[in-house]
């Protein structure tokens, strides 16, 4: 997971409040993502950025916004949480052709 | 959108049998597919890949196999130990939306 990097790494919330998690890598990659992971299932894409100034909708993007700020960083807002954004939130980069994903470490948010 | 399914969601095998984890995908624009081991508390970590043009690829104890054809493609793990315990999880990547799309995982368990 080199090159990665989440911040913050826990995270609890109550309802309604608002955060961002910021994401940034330092491999001069393009593309750029954020999954979230729930017990038992799989990672879901929720938004992604194919290179600096442009993002687009994933799997599940309901109830989030994301901004690319620049090459290195990739960060993901919860303006309004909800219990139902708890859950365990991956970033991740590739280059341009995607090969070779690298993903940060998680950051572990619980919204009560 | 691209979709993919992968089997099966858990597998028991004893130390020193292969392992084999089959997934398939619905979108014929993907051409990269990776594999990923996810152990606990952390970021999936890419173990091998395999592009559209290669039917095989391996390295080492784990090899990948790819039907474009048939929209399926296989991780395979021979003289399986304790250590390849985790989940893994499938994935598919195109270079025309850049979306790397993830299976629901495969729990596997080495019994020693």
């Known amino acids: 997971n080199a090159g990665v990097t989440q911040t913050p790494k826990f995270q609890v919330l109550k309802t309604g409040q608002s955060m961002t998690l910021q994401c940034a890598q330092d491999m001069n990659h393009n593309s750029m993502y954020w999954y979230r992971q729930d017990p038992g299932m799989g990672l879901r894409l929720i938004y992604y950025s194919a290179s600096e100034g442009t993002t687009d909708k994933g799997e599940v993007p309901n109830g989030y916004n994301v901004s690319r700020l620049n090459k290195r960083e990739f960060s993901l807002r919860l303006e309004s949480a909800a219990p139902s954004q708890t859950s365990v939130y991956f970033c991740a980069s590739g280059d341009s052709s995607g090969n070779t994903i690298y993903f940060g470490e998680g950051s572990w948010l619980t919204v009560v | 959108g691209e979709n993919v399914e992968q089997h099966p969601s858990t597998l028991s095998v004893q130390e020193g049998d292969s392992a084999v984890i089959k997934c398939t995908y619905s979108?014929?624009?993907?051409?990269?597919f990776p594999w990923y081991k996810q152990e606990l508390g952390k970021g999936p970590q890419l173990i091998i890949d395999?592009?559209?043009?290669?039917g095989e690829k391996k390295d080492q104890r784990i090899a990948v196999t790819l039907n474009k054809t048939a929209k399926h493609f296989s991780l395979h793990i021979t003289e399986t130990q304790p250590e390849d315990s985790a989940v893994y999880f499938c994935a598919a990547f195109a270079d025309s939306s850049y979306k790397l799309i993830f299976g629901s995982g495969t729990r596997l368990l080495v019994r020693p």
């Open positions: 395999i592009r559209s043009n290669v």
């Open positions: 979108d014929s624009a993907s051409n990269y």
